[in-house]
């Protein structure tokens, strides 16, 4: 089917045959098709911080593997797809919701095509692409096995898979040991909230039930988040090597950038010292980083 001007492929058959997987794809494609048109205003990851660290990380990939052609699975409304867009020839963005793709620009210098499809059964031409990207992602799946497979086939050998911006399960697993009517700093409440009330906070803001928002972040707030351990195995069982697994995102990071008292460049400088410091005293410190970021190599 033809949409904005792109190729849009009709979706094949869903790789969520238990009665959960479906449940979780259901869910998604209901809570995002409601959200599209305020994604990019209410989430984080589209602060302009943000975006020129993934800007910068994904121009360091592009130049270690000589990139012409990058796959974004669930590409959303095109975040990913926009920093790319300045970087490759060629982006693909797949996702399951139409009301998502709608909302992603195709303009600029590479080629854009997108496809309205499950990424755990969605196959490409093997060996298509050079990155393969999963930007806050892997934890909307109920099994985020199937969507590994898609990254190792599409990508050529030595190609990187880079996944990102998804939950750290022991930074959810102390948040949710504390009292979550405690009387903390504005910082530490804030972490609370997002851990502890977000679908509260769906269903007041967006009449979402809250149990439909839980199922579309299964990952996060069923799971509650992502072990590295298990991320190393899952990656390794579907046969990607030189697996790196990067903490960071510590609470009150966006603080420290926003400081009134600093200019944005020593903001920045500032939440880059103290976030080295605490990955330099890592393991001990896992539990203070947010996210995880991970990159993966298919083997030559």
């Known amino acids: 089917m033809e949409h904005c001007g792109v190729r849009i492929a009709d979706p094949p058959p869903c790789d969520a045959a238990q009665p959960d997987g479906r449940r979780v794809l259901d869910a998604n494609i209901a809570v995002h098709s409601r959200l599209a048109a305020e994604y990019d205003a209410t989430e984080p990851h589209f602060r302009p911080e943000n975006v020129a660290k993934v800007d910068a990380e994904l121009r360091r990939l592009v130049e270690r ?44 210098p590479a080629r854009i095509e997108l496809h309205c499809a499950d990424t755990g059964a969605f196959n490409f031409d093997a060996g298509s692409f050079e990155i393969v990207t999963a930007y806050s992602f892997l934890h909307h799946l109920y099994d985020i096995a199937p969507t590994l497979r898609t990254a190792y ?19 959810w697993q102390a ?11 504005a910082v530490l409440a804030r972490e609370v909230a997002a851990v502890l009330h977000k679908d509260e906070e769906i269903q007041q803001r967006f009449d979402i039930a809250r149990d439909l928002f839980n199922d579309a972040e299964y990952g996060k707030n069923r799971l509650g988040g992502f072990r590295e351990e298990e991320l190393r195995a899952a990656l390794q069982a579907v046969g990607f090597s030189e697996i790196e697994v990067l903490y960071h995102w510590f609470p ?39 996210y995880l970021r991970i990159l993966a190599v298919k083997p030559r």
């Open 252 to 290: 009150g990071q966006a603080q420290v950038i926003h400081d009134p008292l600093y200019s944005r460049h020593d903001g920045i400088r500032h939440a880059e010292i103290c976030e080295a410091a605490l990955r330099r005293l890592l393991p001990l410190t896992r539990h203070l980083f947010k």
């Open 153 to 171: 086939r599409a990508l050529r050998p030595g190609g990187v898979f880079y996944a990102d911006l998804d939950p750290n399960f022991y930074f």
């Open 175 to 185: 948040v949710g040991r504390l009292d979550p009517d405690g009387a903390y700093h």
């Open 65 to 108: 593997t000589n990139a012409l052609s990058l796959l974004d699975l669930g590409c959303g409304t095109g975040f990913m797809i926009n920093i790319a867009a300045k970087h490759v020839q060629r982006v693909v963005g797949v996702d399951a919701t139409q009301a998502m793709l709608d909302r992603v620009s195709v303009r600029g």
